[in-house]
């Protein structure tokens, strides 16, 4: 009996060793047994020059039924009131004046006998007269002017107000007003004109419409900069700190960045095309084991540092791919991946003791330095400013700013440009496309990415060469992944083809 127990306690422990995470659950047969569990990846050990789409190894397995980001819902615009006619609004509390204008002006309180009633008219039982006391006078005449009872002047159906700090109920302050009767007409036209000075009610509603239609500003063609830091309720906001900690990031990308030459004066065996396949490989780990979108751009930025002073061979570049993956995932993830899972989706390619020293190697050469600033750190503020002066603020905007900034992580060239601009051309570049009629940038964005157009214009013209490439794509994962419906199909959206140059000109920022 003890051999068994001893076996199975040994059995029990080897296996949970091995144990997977639910991503990719073991089944009775192991992980091999059905078809709808996750296949092993194939090692990128033999990555050429070309990009094949064969080559690749396919995401095998279901990643769960991933409900769709609803946005939040939208409360229906306010209609708004009419205003009533100054004549009604006259009849009806002047109709309530008359029932309380009979009463007496002065109310006296009666002596205790007359209250309680003589000794005589209790003889009689005749009930003694009520006189009404201060508490009964607003049960029979309520307030005489009432805030809530009068729209305030804004676009009413029948005026236009320019002045709107004059209230309402400021200019019904007249002891006039308390005697208005039906009959004093000389009464109600002195009102009338009062209100109309203060209100100042066109006679013309048809021209004062045109003249504000005349002068209202274009929604992208806003002069003025809208406040993104104003909710300081909201702790995850940061309001107080926001634009000190974005300065911070600022000055902190310039000594984070890669090299922007290593592939020519370090690396001998790997070129611009493998790294693009490692990259793309790692799009669609990140995707099967659900990693936020910090992971994949940390991931990318460990790699380029790394191999900015390191030679490495092209048997190795997958090597350094997961490990940099596994170091971004314990900086991100609530849990990350084990090694030994990274180990299995490379199909056992590499040991897990190849995985730990590469990641110490990484650790070493970068000095533990895992801070850095990327282009999804600076999206995330650059969108909220853009969606700031909109009507209607969608999750588009947002979700094709993200698919574009992903299209620039597999290309090279782009290592040139900071990711501060980045994220500012994938803003200027998504507008462009949601609206190409619009002018895409406006002074907000301007304050807030501290960017013009002008400096914007070569980026966004290689972001929207990426655009243009078609869905047959030797890489495919960023374009796959975002033409899900949780993310609103963003990747079929249809770029133009051509970018007006005005769009580029700083006179309207």
Not at 44 to 50: H, Q
Not at 174 to 198: C, G, I, W
Not at 226 to 236: A, G, I, T
Not at 275 to 295: C, G, S
């Amino acid at each position: 009996m003890s051999t068994i127990a001893a076996s199975r306690r040994s059995s029990s422990s080897s296996s949970s060793a091995t144990a997977k995470r639910p991503a990719i659950a073991d089944g009775p047969g192991g992980p091999k047994a059905t078809a709808a569990q996750a296949k092993k990846r194939v090692a990128l050990g033999n990555i050429t020059n070309v990009a094949a789409r064969g080559g690749r190894a396919s995401v095998g397995g279901s990643l769960g039924n991933v409900m769709a980001p609803t946005s939040s819902a939208k409360l229906n615009p306010t209609v708004p009131l009419k205003k009533p006619s100054l004549a009604t609004s006259a009849r009806s509390v002047s109709s309530s004046i008359r029932g309380s204008a009979d009463k007496p002006a002065s109310i006296k309180p009666a002596p205790p006998v007359a209250r309680h009633g003589s000794a005589t008219q209790r003889h009689n039982n005749v009930p003694p007269p009520k006189v009404p006391t201060i508490a009964d006078v607003p049960s029979r005449a309520p307030a005489l002017v009432s805030c809530t009872g009068l729209v305030s002047p804004g676009r009413s159906g029948d005026s236009v107000s320019s002045d709107e700090t004059m209230s309402t109920c400021d200019s019904m302050k007249s002891p006039d007003f308390e005697y208005v009767d039906n009959q004093d007409t000389s009464m109600l036209a002195s009102l009338q004109r009062r209100t109309s000075e203060h209100l100042r009610i066109s006679e013309d509603r048809d021209v004062e419409e045109n003249k504000r239609k005349k002068n209202a500003v274009a929604p992208m063609e806003i002069d003025r900069i809208c406040d993104v830091d104003s909710e300081y309720e909201d702790p995850q906001l940061c309001a107080t700190l926001a634009s000190d900690i974005y300065m911070h990031l600022r000055e902190a990308e310039t000594k984070k960045r890669p090299s922007t030459d290593f592939m020519e004066t370090i690396q001998k065996d790997v070129n611009p095309s493998m790294r693009a396949i490692l990259i793309d490989w790692l799009v669609e780990v990140a995707e099967e084991y659900r990693l936020v979108p910090d992971t994949l751009y940390l991931t990318v930025n460990y790699i380029d540092r790394y191999l900015s002073g390191n030679e490495i061979s092209r048997q190795r570049l997958q090597l350094l791919g997961v490990a940099c993956m596994l170091i971004a995932a314990k900086y991100e993830e609530i849990c990350a991946p084990q090694v030994e899972e990274f180990c299995y989706i490379t199909d056992n390619t590499y040991f897990r003791d190849e995985v730990l020293d590469m990641e110490a190697s990484v650790l070493n050469y970068l000095k533990f330095e895992m801070t850095a600033p990327t282009a999804k750190c600076f999206l995330r503020r650059f969108a909220r400013a853009a969606q700031a002066c909109d009507e209607d603020p969608a999750l588009h905007l947002e979700f094709l700013a993200n698919y574009i900034a992903e299209l620039s992580l597999l290309e090279y060239s782009l290592l040139s440009y900071p990711p501060s601009l980045i994220a500012a051309s994938a803003i200027f570049l998504a507008r462009f496309i949601l609206q190409p009629t619009k002018y895409p940038w406006n002074s907000t964005l301007a304050h807030y990415t501290q960017y013009k157009p002008s400096k914007l214009s070569e980026c966004v013209k290689a972001l929207h060469r990426l655009c243009s490439v078609g869905s047959g794509s030797n890489l495919p994962a960023i374009r796959e992944k975002y033409s899900q419906h949780k993310y609103k199909f963003v990747a079929k959206k249809q770029c133009p083809p051509q970018i007006p140059t005005e769009f580029f000109r700083d006179t309207t920022c």
